[in-house]
């Protein structure tokens, strides 16, 4: 089983958790977000050095609150890279309706090239108005009374910029004439001509495996049919294999039969302690302060239903304890981590984790005893020997 990490690219926020202030009342500064990026670069080199496969980081903009401030995966995964001799760098994810697809493809390859191949490609559709609107894009949300119309755009600009990009990557020459792209535009003067194709420069040299999230039918049905990895999270492992078999069930109704686990990955947050109690206390400003910023957007709909309730609201707001429950955290000892993968494991015939370690009220010393403990503790209890030492 590979073992990866995902970082979620916060700044410190000693006060997070229930009691902190109000998710929209923060605000942090540029010397906050500068300290921010210290601690990624060495957080990379501690997952290096402790023989993860993979760290991927997550795309968000103007997020003055300072829960998620890495706005060029790419970027960053190239100067990690630079620091680092042998971990891999993923995106999760690129938000391709916010790209000129032309340039997510070059940016991609260009990091891909100077990396002699360790970038990994993660692609989504967007979560935040204040982002996509802005970037020139649109997206369903809370905030805009679930726009119907904004992500039907925001669907078909995906679907057709995804195009785009395979199509750049596979031909040394290429058009394209969409809906919502003609590329190159029509009657561009050039040379005495006028330029009828485009050529990628530079490009990739390797086919490139395409990791996409899937938070929703249509969107596991896309990704299994077009031949993604479908990265999946937040959801009890019961709920989640009856997931990856609709994935399953999707590729083959397209003529891919897939292995179990094949083209499918999972997020687990974890939080490991000494004892069950010291993981809980460690975890619950970080459960807390996502929850304050992610309920009101609906973020937590894929949660089972509590014990006892018949309905959940829009903006349910599980508490750790249900978080725990429901195994969607694996929080406690290695033994008690340990248990949590392996049912998921066992359940879905998974063949790739990436362990979410970070979050608000974390620090860089306690996300790497966290990747530490997960390389050396937990992974042995799995069978998983991790990458020998960079």
Excluded at 115 to 133: A, D, H, L
Excluded at 317 to 323: D, F, M, R, V
Aim: some cysteine; glycine content about 8%; aromatic content about 8%.
């Amino acid at each position: 089983m590979r073992i990866d990490t995902n970082l979620l690219g916060a700044v410190a926020m000693p006060d997070a958790g229930l009691a902190g202030p109000p998710a929209t009342a923060r605000r942090y500064g540029r010397a906050d977000v500068a300290a921010a990026y210290e601690d990624f670069v060495a957080l990379a080199e501690a997952g290096d050095r402790l023989g993860y496969d993979t760290m991927w980081w997550t795309e968000h903009h103007f997020q003055h609150e300072g829960y998620e401030v890495v706005g060029n995966q790419i970027l960053l995964g190239l100067w990690c890279a630079a620091r680092t001799r042998r971990m891999r760098y993923g995106q999760m994810f690129n938000i391709v309706p916010q790209w000129n697809p032309l340039r997510l493809a070059e940016d991609f390859a260009t990091a891909d090239l100077l990396t002699g191949g360790r970038m990994r490609f993660g692609v989504g559709r967007g979560t935040v108005p204040r982002e996509m609107q802005t970037l020139g894009a649109t997206i369903e949300s809370n905030d805009n009374g679930m726009d119907t119309g904004a992500e039907q755009r925001n669907r078909e600009v995906f679907a057709e910029a995804m195009e785009v990009i395979r199509l750049a990557w596979a031909q040394d020459r290429f058009a394209h004439s969409g809906k919502h792209f003609t590329l190159p535009p029509t009657g561009i003067p050039d040379r005495g001509g006028v330029v009828t194709d485009l050529t990628l420069v530079p490009n990739v040299l390797r086919p490139v495996e395409v990791y996409q999230a899937c938070t929703s039918p249509a969107t596991v049905r896309y990704v299994a049919e077009q031949g993604h990895t479908g990265v999946y999270a937040w959801q009890s492992p019961d709920t989640m294999a009856r997931r990856w078999a609709e994935h399953a069930a999707y590729a083959e109704a397209a003529g891919r039969t897939l292995a179990p686990g094949e083209e499918r990955m999972l997020v687990l947050h974890v939080c490991v302690g000494r004892t069950r109690e010291e993981a809980m206390a460690a975890a619950r400003p970080n459960h807390e302060e996502n929850v304050k910023l992610l309920a009101p957007y609906g973020r937590y709909n894929s949660y089972d239903l509590p014990e006892g309730w018949t309905s959940k609201p829009v903006d349910f707001a599980p508490t750790l304890e249900e978080s725990v429950r429901q195994r969607i955290w694996a929080v406690g000892t290695a033994d008690d981590v340990a248990e949590v993968i392996d049912e998921y494991r066992q359940k879905l015939g998974m063949t790739t984790i990436s362990v979410a370690v970070d979050g608000p009220g974390t620090t860089r010393e306690s996300v790497e005893e966290q990747l530490t403990l997960v390389a050396e503790e937990v992974a042995p209890r799995l069978g998983v020997t991790m990458a020998g030492p960079a």
